[in-house]
């Protein structure tokens, strides 16, 4: 999944000819809220706790919740994610597409380039290599929509469905509620940086401060989700690698020392703050990204990759709906709650992470070119990833190169991703970028998120500050704790079971994000359209 890297350079909001009154005043520094923190701390222990000292109860009590919420509302989370992307096409082709994000004669805070590399690096995570060669071979084991297995068809679907779960729905769930919240930003002239706020619009005023307090305790406890699952993911994936590379028996001790190892690189850069560097590791990503891409395609088997990939493009595109909206009623077999309900659950409990990192790169420019830019470049880096990297996968299992089928039974999903690397034509050398890529992707991750919960769990907070030192390393802390949880228990399932769980709350907030957004344009904007941009600037002038 995605880890952004929450690191715009701090930028002053512009004087407005009319600001809200609460929004004028002057805050005194930023200190932690602790009505948020608390039972945000509170929850994420009681959580990570009984993992550690009771893996295998707690393993078998998340997956019964997990499967109950999915086999009861399955049929919601397609509707959310559908409904997301419904919505962010209006946005972007409706009367409201060309409102300016900033004012009237504001520029693009960032150029296109830097603005676009910053996306890219947000969509190419760490998570996209766990899963870009194992995720097909799962489909080959139980390919979908009733399809025999081992068949020709099997092949073809195992490689177009990941296309699916990391395209144009899941980035439209990235791009819905960052129009909010760069409207709340540089329209509406807030001065903080919180999803809550961007729920003003639709919220009472009656008990709002209350409800907005939940909504934040629910957008940290998502993002925590969230980022459990990817390190949950990314600290076996890692250790997987570094045994195969050095030739060492995989174990428990590797793996809880590559954790620690991370804690500590990740809360001292946490603790000396985001503009210290991982700014560098962002640039690092992309140059590693497009390497690892180049080599699998070149080294690999081109024809068949390049083949593949477009016939996967047009599966996807001439059974979206179907595919998008398969819920299985009469089978009932287990795929869309396995696969499409995790997925659409995983993007959803990162938009609070996601969202204010978008909303906040996005000032100066219109709707339309926010929603289509996420929703584009977003495709554009996983697309692209998934397609190599699977396509050669598929390719090793389909020629009988290597047994991909049997390695992923007997030994995981994090050595499948090591002996196919390792397949490659100097395979030491390709293990070893990819190990590195791997440990870079990751320390965006735990970085990027520690400084946004604590920005979360922080008041008086303008938006061009950073929050506490202590509470960043203590939620860098606080992560490594869960994940260290979900170690213990050993399951994948455990894994995709937390991101269910914390993607609940997200779906309201989703819903209210939209409402608010409605209420504000309506407000704002009235009836108007026309071809071109669009802002208070305009109207406060007429």
């Not at 604590?454 to 606080?478: M, Q």
Request: charged content about 10%; aromatic content about 12%; hydrophobic content about 50%.
């Amino acid at each position: 999944m995605t880890e952004p890297t929450f690191n715009p350079e701090p930028t002053s909001i512009p004087e407005a000819t009319s600001i809200p009154e609460h929004t004028r005043s002057n805050p005194p520094g930023p200190d932690v809220d602790w009505a948020i923190f608390i039972p945000a701390v509170i929850i994420v222990l009681v959580g990570a706790i009984p993992l550690m000292i009771f893996p295998d109860s707690a393993a078998q009590l998340l997956g019964e919740a997990r499967k109950a919420i999915m086999d009861n509302f399955l049929w919601l989370y397609l509707v959310i994610a559908l409904g997301a992307f419904v919505f962010c096409m209006w946005l972007a082709f409706g009367r409201y597409g060309h409102v300016k994000l900033g004012a009237a004669d504001e520029p693009p805070e960032y150029s296109d380039a830097h603005w676009v590399a910053m996306m890219f690096t947000t969509a190419i995570g760490a998570s996209v290599i766990a899963w870009g060669f194992a995720e097909p071979i799962y489909y080959l084991q139980s390919p979908p929509l009733g399809i025999a297995v081992g068949s020709s068809q099997s092949f073809e679907w195992a490689h177009m469905y990941p296309l699916l779960h990391w395209g144009i729905i899941p980035w439209s769930i990235y791009a819905m509620p960052a129009v909010p919240i760069a409207y709340m930003l540089y329209v509406k002239r807030y001065p903080t940086l919180r999803i809550s706020s961007a729920c003003d619009g639709a919220l009472p005023k009656t008990g709002r401060a209350q409800i907005k307090t939940l909504i934040d305790i629910f957008i940290v406890l998502g993002i925590v989700g969230a980022v459990a699952t990817s390190l949950g993911l990314g600290v076996p994936l890692l250790s997987a690698m570094l045994s195969t590379l050095l030739g060492v028996a995989d174990s428990m001790a590797i793996k809880m020392g590559v954790l620690a190892l991370w804690t500590l690189l990740f809360g001292a850069s946490v603790y000396r703050g985001l503009k210290s560097g991982i700014k560098i590791l962002a640039d690092i990503n992309i140059v590693l990204a497009f390497i690892t891409i180049a080599i699998v395609l070149i080294a690999g088997p081109t024809v068949f990759i390049l083949d593949l990939s477009v016939n996967s493009l047009g599966l996807m595109f001439n059974n979206f709906m179907q595919t998008s909206t398969w819920t299985d009623p009469i089978d009932n077999s287990s795929f869309p709650q396995d696969w499409t309900g995790f997925y659409w659950a995983w993007w959803l409990a990162y938009i609070g992470m996601v969202g204010l990192f978008y909303g906040r790169i996005s000032r100066g420019r219109t709707i339309r070119q926010l929603v289509l830019g996420v929703i584009g470049w977003g495709c554009l880096g996983t697309w692209l990833f998934l397609a190599v990297m699977g396509g050669y996968s598929l390719y090793l299992e389909h020629t009988g190169t290597l047994e991909v089928q049997e390695i992923l039974a007997t030994q995981g999903m994090s050595f499948v991703n090591a002996l196919v690397i390792q397949s490659l034509p100097m395979g030491q050398l390709t293990l070893a970028i990819f190990t590195l890529l791997s440990i870079i992707f990751y320390a965006t991750t735990i970085d990027s998120s520690a400084y946004v919960i604590a920005s979360i769990c922080a008041k008086n907070l303008a938006n061009d500050a950073e929050p506490r030192r202590w509470s960043r390393v203590a939620w860098a802390v606080l992560l490594a704790l869960i994940t260290a949880g979900i170690l213990q228990s050993g399951a994948l399932d455990t894994v995709l079971s937390i991101t269910v769980l914390s993607s609940v709350p997200m779906i309201p907030i989703m819903v209210l994000l939209g409402f608010s957004l409605l209420r504000w344009l309506k407000q704002d904007f009235g009836e108007q359209t026309r071809p071109r941009e669009l802002s208070l600037d305009d109207r406060e002038a007429k």
